[in-house]
């Protein structure tokens, strides 16, 4: 949502265009040829020393003479030669007569010369190929293209722009607006009021993904599609129990539905583009950055967020709930903060933590949340280094005053499967856990009921462990 209330506005700046003077023991007597000096080679008079504000005031160094060597070369230049460029027309020689010899005629000499030249060359032709010179690879000649030529194409820029302008084509259509009214639940005056977010349509029959915050408390909502057409009375389906996501549905078909992308593969330094409504102004605007970071971890109004991905796209209120793209139009996440006091340091949902909510919304199924029933600590070198543990990667079943309980709670699918305080999980599945992958962004991507294979480090020994996953208690922290 966007607050489109404004501030004063601040007065005009210092005015930091007056000239400034120095001590008058700097300032020589100005003469005529110093003035004709400046003239002559274009130079203005400088206007800056160290020194008081005193108006009107300038500088302007005393001439001297020049020397040979600070002479400009294009001043006086020499002639140029005439073999520099292109030859003179050569003067004609008179040819030197040589007298005739007897002898061997000149036919006769021209014929020994030739042949001696045909046998030299021969025995060099043989030597080459005894030593293999005539079988190596030559190597193709440099292209004598100029470089720096206005026709020199620049294949990196140009393909960063035609896939931001592909990306916003395809994907343009699939953002919507949100227009909303109701009582923040941040809000302390608990006063109704109105915002704007963006969305994501999800499937052709109407199902819209967007943050929970766009949505929470409204008691009206309208989505506006890119083509200008609102859909009064939105619904919204059902709100994410663990992150800042929900699901709005309208009553349409035929709507151009996004397409969903995987946010495991993201690299730091890939392309990526944020479409949304910033200020709840600018509908459908464009913007384009890279993947800053993965795995962040940030506090807002509405509790903590985790393995959140971090861009430079920009980003701004109104953004709330629109999709981040990968160069393929695909969506990888949902745009949902941005860092205060900041610039190009904005942060989303990525699209693997919201597929369970996705396909529930879209079988007519309750929004729920996968739940194991354990606190733990992410292992890393520092803190595989302070507790002495045996890994530097995986998630340590342990309680801390932090967690405000057993590490197992009991009851719960954890304790019912046997997981003890201790454990170093490093597997769930096939998917290591580490800091890439930490346990609850992998957890986050099952839904309740499924039973997954722990893998389990205990007393230095590795062991395999089932769990039923249940259901995640609503505001769980």
């Known amino acids: 949502m966007t607050d489109r209330s404004t501030g004063p506005t601040d ?48 500088y ?17 230049p020499e002639p140029t030669p005439e073999l520099w460029f292109e030859s003179a027309t050569p003067t004609p020689v008179r040819p030197v007569a040589t007298p005739s010899r007897r002898g061997a005629g000149t036919g006769t000499v021209l014929a020994a010369a030739l042949a001696a030249a045909v046998i030299a060359s021969g025995g060099t032709v043989a030597a080459l190929t005894v030593g293999g010179v005539f079988d190596r690879p030559v190597a193709p000649a440099a292209s004598n293209q100029n470089a720096n030529s206005a026709t020199v194409k620049q294949p990196v820029q140009l393909d960063e722009s035609s896939a931001i302008i592909s990306v916003a084509a395809k994907a343009g259509p699939s953002v919507v607006r949100i227009y ?24 052709a029959n109407g199902w819209i993904l967007t943050n929970r915050h766009v949505v929470a408390g409204t008691t009206d909502l309208t989505v506006q599609l890119k083509d200008g057409t609102k859909y009064p009375n939105a619904k919204v389906y059902g709100i994410d129990t663990l992150t800042d996501l929900a699901i709005v549905k309208i009553d349409a078909t035929g709507l151009p539905a996004a397409t969903i992308g995987d946010s495991d593969g993201l690299k730091v330094g890939e392309l990526v583009v944020a479409i949304g409504s910033p200020l709840g102004t600018f509908d459908n605007s464009v913007t384009s950055g890279i993947v800053s970071a993965t795995g962040r971890e940030i506090t807002t109004d509405g509790g903590n967020l985790r393995n959140l991905i971090q861009t430079d796209a920009a980003i701004n209120p109104g953004n709330s709930g629109g999709p981040l793209l990968d160069a393929t139009g695909a969506v990888i996440g949902v745009n949902t903060a941005i860092a205060k006091d900041s610039t190009g340091i904005g942060f989303s949902i990525p699209i693997n933590i919201a597929r369970p909510m996705i396909r529930q919304a879209l079988a007519g199924q309750a929004l729920t949340r996968p739940y194991i029933g354990i606190h733990y600590l992410s292992i890393d070198a520092q803190v595989a280094k302070t507790d002495s543990l045996p890994l530097t990667k995986g998630a340590w ?17 954890a304790a019912t499967a046997g997981v003890k305080d201790g454990d ?54």
């Open 397 to 413: 079943v342990h309680s801390d005053a932090t967690s405000g309980g057993p590490s197992v709670v009991a009851p719960g699918p």
């Open 11 to 58: 007065g005009p700046p210092d005015d930091e265009t007056e000239p400034h003077v120095i001590a008058s023991w700097q300032t020589p007597e100005p003469t005529a040829a110093a003035d004709a000096s400046a003239q002559d080679l274009g130079q203005p008079d400088a206007s800056y020393s160290p020194g008081a504000h005193q108006p009107g005031a300038s």
């Open 424 to 477: 170093i999980i490093t597997k769930i599945g096939d998917q290591v856990i580490d800091v890439a992958h930490p346990l609850d962004a992998t957890l986050a991507q099952y839904s309740p009921g499924d039973t997954i294979t722990l893998t389990i480090l205990r007393d230095g020994k590795t062991i395999t462990v089932d769990v039923k996953l249940g259901v995640r208690p609503p505001n769980l922290q």
């Open 60 to 76: 302007s160094p005393s001439p001297e003479p020049r020397t040979d060597w600070t002479r400009p070369g294009w001043s006086d």
């Open 180 to 203: 909303t009214t109701g009582i923040d639940p941040n809000s302390p005056t608990q006063q109704t009021q109105d915002g704007v977010g963006s969305g994501i349509i999800l499937d």
